[in-house]
């Protein structure tokens, strides 16, 4: 196994033991992307020497053993650009701001240096992290979308380019690329993680992600990101995730649901056959639940909100820049401009409403299963596919993990999404990796041919 | 001392020892219902023979030993008249819904009667829990205001007609009227109580407070508010409080600071020097701070939003029965709906960047002291007082509690207001324990001639 194979948590192992240096593991992560970055497209800026600078650190702070407490040490992450950078270029995807050089750091990139972490470089993000696709291609095939917003964080995991990456997601940002490139993407409760010096498109909405190739490695990426010494103003004091609890096997089985959404018929039939079997031969006592009537709105009532804060916030780009605007988002500012006042505060009040029927629904399970996109990534490069079975859950602002467990049409991935109740991250990731672990061992069994 | 000069703990001890039988302790506090309310006016409806009724089942269960998990069982509980009641009317303090019968409780009074309370009546609010009075006088000088909106609740506690009672906050509703009547007034983090089946007003500023007569009550009452079990689309899963936590001394004394915020100018010379006195006095390390100047614009910021949510969420009752609303409450609708949704989302984006200041000025303090009111209880009935002084507080949803440690002018109650970060509602509460232990200790050594 290459080091660039590695998952964080091997990789952290490894140098705890004092079997890899960090310089080694970046210079593997690097290789990986001068081999692959030509065809895939996932970084908007990387910087070997920087990268190999701050592995030289961490394996200094290792060697004179000052490394309590840094858990992401020597650990390389990339980071979406849109996340403000003191030391790289931040672009947000639009050539609007071309070259522009942050003076600080947006708070997650602190809490990812302040634990360790080696930034490797900024990650392609469709155009103001919404639709409007960068120059990203699926690794799985490269005719096909990464999906999006954070395109570049999911192609990048994948790829073997890094074993750790930080998105957002404001309706599927990050559960749809996982699902399109076939790793765990992991959006925790809305309000945990800070959101301070990321562009702010609408902070109804807007959720920072990690993505990762195991679930323990996402726990451990979001728990960094939790940082629940410090409150920002727009964080809430909501639990931490707590990892070993994460980690614990259940004594008793985990109680589950499957919820078609009012979405349903938008997935592919064999979407739909996929999600029911892989459900059926879990082998676990699923309940099949339906959500209550008020959410068939969640889909109008999110792009209210979401056009009406994406038109204030991006207001200046529109008034200075309009004709450097995709024409996609140019068409959905002009829409949110024309949103009153007092449909957007109806559709802040009936998002109250609906988050008190996902909680009542979902508060009766550990999870609840529900197909994380309509399909695996559809062809051609022009769109980032359809963030359609994201989009209640975002608005609810419940956690919610895609996990690589099935196969879409052509043997592209296909992720299944799980989600449960606000602040019950720990639960959520603890039933995720339950599901992984037999998974994964199903298909040593199979591999084997014992099944 | 009488039962109605209980406070709840006080009484449930009482009960739980069976000295005395929830009857006993109801019929003494209509006692002095019927004997004070002529003067007072603290009630919107109150029902005595639905009271002795409620008390006699919360007897019968303590006889059949039924009452495991029902802490406030037979203990008599006051409801600011906007939260709905299936049983009584709720008419929200304006003539437009005199007589209106809700045909449900709201989440509130369902979990008050699920912890075996007496639902003694509905007290007065102010127009729509806005500013225009009801009939309530204060209790200490019945030519002044017991304040708003929530002065019901705050005078029947003062007048020792209920221990314990139920309002709501927007701006300095719970904090304002406890400080005027010199009674404990506790308004928890934002988003900890449900808020279903309440009037709603302005949900981004509009939470639930309790008034008592002692800290403990209140952590009691708010801890069953606070439903751990449940979630609704309105509350967070944030901390909950620990009552037997509140309860502990301290080891080491709290960290505390003071803070003038920038309206200091509008308290009295002689408030200023009250507080600033009672600081010194109270024999502990002080630090005076400062609030970030980005604090100034809470105000404002405060009044965009309520006002602008205000007109939305009370458009219907303005565009059916204008000439039903008061002058002041109409010109505030008007000015409501001016508010352009930039200049909304600009003051949404606002509170953001404030609660954030806030968060990082609070979070190295248990609590921080600052005034409550500018005064005690100005003179006259036709206003309700100033809520300036609970203003940057309700914006960013800390908790905050209101002691009545000072005399104001002429003998007047005067509170005292303790905040600290959001989500740390049992720590204030323990600091206000702590601090009110001192006060009777003081007292009583004055009142022996040690002091």
Not at 6 to 33: F, N, P, R, W, Y
Not at 110 to 127: D, F, N, S
Not at 207 to 235: H, I, W
Not at 289 to 314: F, G, K, W
Request: hydrophobic residues 40%; contains cysteine.
């Amino acid at each position: 196994m290459k080091l660039f194979e590695l998952t964080a948590s091997e990789a952290i192992e490894k140098m705890v033991d004092e079997e890899i240096l960090s310089e080694e593991l970046i210079a593997s992560c690097l290789g990986q992307i001068e081999t692959k970055e030509g065809d895939i497209g996932a970084w908007s800026f990387w910087d070997k020497t920087k990268a190999l600078e701050q592995a030289q650190l961490a394996d200094t702070r290792r060697n004179i053993k000052k490394i309590s407490g840094l858990s992401l040490n020597g650990v390389p992450v990339g980071i979406k650009d849109i996340f403000d950078t003191k030391d790289m270029p931040t672009e947000n995807g639009t050539v609007i701001h071309q070259g522009r050089q942050p003076d600080h750091d947006a708070a997650v990139v602190r809490l990812l240096r302040e634990a360790g972490a080696v930034i490797l470089g900024k990650t392609v993000t469709a155009e103001l992290a919404v639709y409007t696709p960068g120059k990203t291609k699926n690794p799985h095939d490269l005719t096909r979308t990464p999906g999006g917003s954070s395109s570049g964080s999911a192609a990048a995991v994948a790829a073997g380019m890094i074993p750790l990456a930080v998105g957002t997601q404001t309706n599927g940002s990050v559960i749809r690329p996982a699902s399109y490139c076939g790793v765990v993407g992991f959006k925790p409760s809305f309000g945990t993680i800070p959101r301070a010096n990321i562009l702010r498109q609408a902070p109804s909405l807007d959720q920072v992600g990690v993505f990762s190739r195991s679930v323990m490695d996402s726990a451990l990426l979001a728990s960094v990101l939790m940082c629940p010494d410090e409150q920002y103003g727009d964080t809430l004091p909501m639990p931490q995730i707590d990892i070993s609890q994460a980690e614990q096997p259940f004594s008793k089985e985990p109680k589950l649901g499957f919820i078609k959404t009012p979405v349903w018929s938008e997935a592919s039939i064999s979407t739909q056959d996929r999600c029911l079997a892989y459900v059926s031969e879990l082998g676990l006592d699923i309940a099949h639940i339906d959500l209550p009537l008020v959410c068939e709105q969640a889909v109008s009532c999110h792009r209210t909100i979401m056009l009406c804060e994406m038109a204030h916030n991006y207001n200046n780009l529109y008034t200075e820049s309009r004709d450097k605007i995709s024409p996609i988002l140019l068409g959905m500012l002009e829409e949110g401009k024309q949103i009153s006042i007092s449909d957007y505060l109806d559709a802040k009040n009936l998002l109250t409403e609906i988050t008190g029927e996902i909680d009542a629904t979902l508060k009766d399970f550990d999870a609840v299963i529900t197909p994380a996109t309509p399909a695996g990534a559809p062809a051609g490069l022009s769109s980032t596919g359809s963030p359609i079975f994201c989009t209640v859950w975002s608005l609810c602002g419940v956690p919610a993990i895609s996990l690589p467990l099935l196969s879409g049409d052509l043997g592209m991935p296909l992720g299944l999404q799980f989600v449960s109740c606000r602040g019950t991250d720990t639960r959520l990731l603890r039933v995720a990796h339950r599901v992984e672990r037999q998974h994964f061992s199903d298909m040593n069994k199979k591999n084997k041919g014992v099944v």
